[in-house]
């Protein structure tokens, strides 16, 4: 595989790839590194008492259910994305990215090539139990939620906002972070404050919408309208506030393509929506376990996640 080495500004190599692998990777298997857990995507290892190795698989998650098929090539390409946009925010908030390479915390070179381009060696922080999602635009459940309510997580809306619609304002609507197989749940910003205290909760709302904003202004130069996205936050040992796991991915996002959007329909989408949109014509409870793919549908998911990664990148 042809690689691209972006270098950038703490000294972390970022591998592109050129010609994204053939085979997926469900599940990492490194023997030299005690496994901490393993989450939707990403499989995360011990390095020592201040770093953590995160590897993030090709595994697939849809209505909070882990899917038995996987994407090849999609855990490089959110690593790539993520690491994109971890250098280009960095000077609106810190994130958990370490100096350390992998070679430094993986010296063997077997394990090493396995996650070559989807594994990269983090800080230890305390993770907040609050994922901060912020919508642009009226799409998903915060479209059906204002069908019924007029509301979108507790926030009254103006009447009349037609489907995919962009807000008035940006909003901050919070969620809980579910455990494997569960579900999130939207909460409001004042439980977001009995969460975490009103300092932190105020700082993630400002941040997360300033990210956003930043971000979403970008990615429309690119021809990529930014509907939605979710981040997550940590602390340092001093309480200070780091941007962790991953950032403005087709996982964590809504991308749609400036030139097939229109107010009153849901666009198509670069993100998973094109997974979540065959799987609700299944009979399927949205419980574990989840169906299976057909081929078709996992190549042009592929298709999707690379053609965002290009837009945004090059």
């Given amino acids: 595989m042809v690689k691209e080495t972006v270098v950038i500004k703490n000294n972390f190599e970022m591998s592109k790839p050129m010609n994204d692998p053939v085979a997926a990777l469900h599940q990492s298997e490194l023997k030299s590194l005690p496994l901490l857990s393993r989450g ?3 499989d995360i290892y011990d390095v020592d008492e201040d770093h953590m190795l995160i590897v993030t698989t090709d595994r697939l998650s849809a209505f909070d259910v882990v899917l038995p098929d996987a994407i090849p090539g999609k855990g490089a390409i959110l690593t790539t994305v993520s690491n994109f946009w971890f250098d280009r925010t960095r000077h ?3 994130n958990h990215l370490s100096d350390k390479s992998l ?3 993986l010296p063997d070179e077997a394990e090493r090539n396995m996650i070559e381009g989807r594994g990269i060696v ?9 994922e901060a999602v912020v919508r642009g635009y009226l799409i ?14 507790g926030i009254a809306l103006p009447a009349g ?3 995919a619609q962009q807000l008035p304002e940006t909003i901050f609507t919070p969620s809980t972070k579910a455990e494997v197989g569960d579900h ?12 975490l205290g009103q300092d932190i909760a105020e700082q993630m709302r400002d941040v997360s919408l300033k990210l956003y904003q930043e971000a979403a202004e970008y990615a429309l130069e690119r021809g990529i309208i930014i509907a939605d996205t979710k981040f997550e936050f940590g602390t340092d040992k001093n309480g200070g506030l780091v941007l962790i796991d991953e950032v403005l991915t087709p996982d ?3 991308f749609w393509p400036v030139d097939a959007y229109q107010v009153g329909q849901s666009p198509p989408s670069f993100d998973k929506q094109y997974v979540r949109d065959y799987l609700e014509t299944l009979d399927w409870d949205k419980t574990d376990p989840g169906p299976c793919l057909p081929e078709e549908v996992i190549q042009r998911t592929g298709d999707k996640y690379r053609e965002a990664r290009d837009r945004l990148i090059n």
Avoid: H
């Avoid at 998903?140 to 997580?153: E, F, I, L, N, R």
């Avoid at 409001?188 to 404050?193: I, N």
């Fill in 40 to 42: 939707k995507v990403r």
């Fill in 140 to 153: 998903g459940s915060a479209w059906s939620d204002y069908q019924k309510t007029g509301t979108v997580c």
């Fill in 184 to 195: 999130d749940e939207n909460i409001s910003f004042e439980k977001t404050v009995g969460l």
């Fill in 92 to 94: 609106i908030i810190p």
């Fill in 103 to 105: 070679a430094e915390v």
């Fill in 161 to 163: 906002l037609r489907q």
């Fill in 122 to 130: 983090v800080r230890k922080l305390k993770p907040l139990p609050v």
């Fill in 252 to 254: 964590s996002s809504r």
